[in-house]
């Protein structure tokens, strides 16, 4: 089962534009994190947010957790064509396992 | 190797054949996970081990579904008596130790079942 719903499913943008991805979760969590998958390869791990966090960068990235509302964005400053791919949040809730949510289908136009 | 490896990249079988699918870890990773993932949807957990032990197979959906990792390192996902339901793409990661954080995946085993 999937515990993450993203949304938007699919968005498009203008290479430059800044891209925003939201995550929602259902139950408590002790970490979150988001993946990067191009098509038809593996995932890449982005970035990695504890739930005493409120928000964290990594160079163009921006994450950002609210356990009281059970959600998390992800904004990518300046997009990339390169940033062209699908992205998923994942939440690990202390079971030793991630559960990744259905992801959001990222399409940056040059 | 420098990353995780899986074995075949792509295997493609009859209804009713036997299917087992490899993956090498990153050296000195205890934790193995393997995941299912179907077009346009997130991996889906099936099973992870730390060691040589299935610590969680909440995931596998059926006992066709089995997997092992006798030695601590390599692991071999082992699907018996394929449906066409199990044609997806098979994710293995592994990370230093469960509970560790990120996740490092393999680019995934192709199963397509005919």
């Known amino acids: 089962s999937q515990q993450g719903e993203e949304d938007p499913q699919a968005l498009s943008i203008q290479e430059g534009e800044n891209a925003t991805m939201n995550c929602s979760y259902k139950?408590?969590?002790?970490?979150l994190q988001w993946y990067r998958q191009n098509s038809g390869r593996g995932l890449v791990h982005l970035i990695l947010?504890?739930?005493?966090?409120r928000e964290k960068h990594s160079g163009r990235l921006r994450v950002t957790l609210d356990t009281s509302k059970k959600s998390s964005s992800l904004l990518i400053t300046a997009s990339r064509a390169a940033d062209t791919a699908s992205y998923f949040c994942a939440t690990d809730g202390g079971a030793q396992k991630l559960v990744f949510g259905q992801g959001t289908r990222l399409t940056i136009n040059p | 190797g420098a990353g995780v490896s899986q074995t075949p990249s792509n295997k493609v079988t009859e209804k009713g054949k036997y299917v087992e699918l490899r993956c090498d870890p990153i050296s000195g990773h205890t934790a193995l996970y393997w995941y299912r993932q179907s077009l346009g949807q997130g991996p889906e957990f099936l099973i992870y081990?730390?060691?040589?032990?299935?610590?969680?197979d909440s995931g596998l959906p059926n006992d066709r579904f089995f997997a092992v990792r006798p030695e601590g390192s390599v692991s071999t996902l082992k699907i018996q008596r394929t449906e066409r339901g199990d044609s997806a793409v098979y994710l293995c990661a592994s990370s230093l130790w469960s509970g560790a954080g990120e996740l490092f995946f393999g680019e995934g085993s192709r199963l397509t079942v005919l």
């Open positions: 139950t408590s969590i002790n970490n």
């Open positions: 081990f730390q060691g040589t032990g299935a610590a969680d």
């Open positions: 947010i504890r739930s005493n966090e």
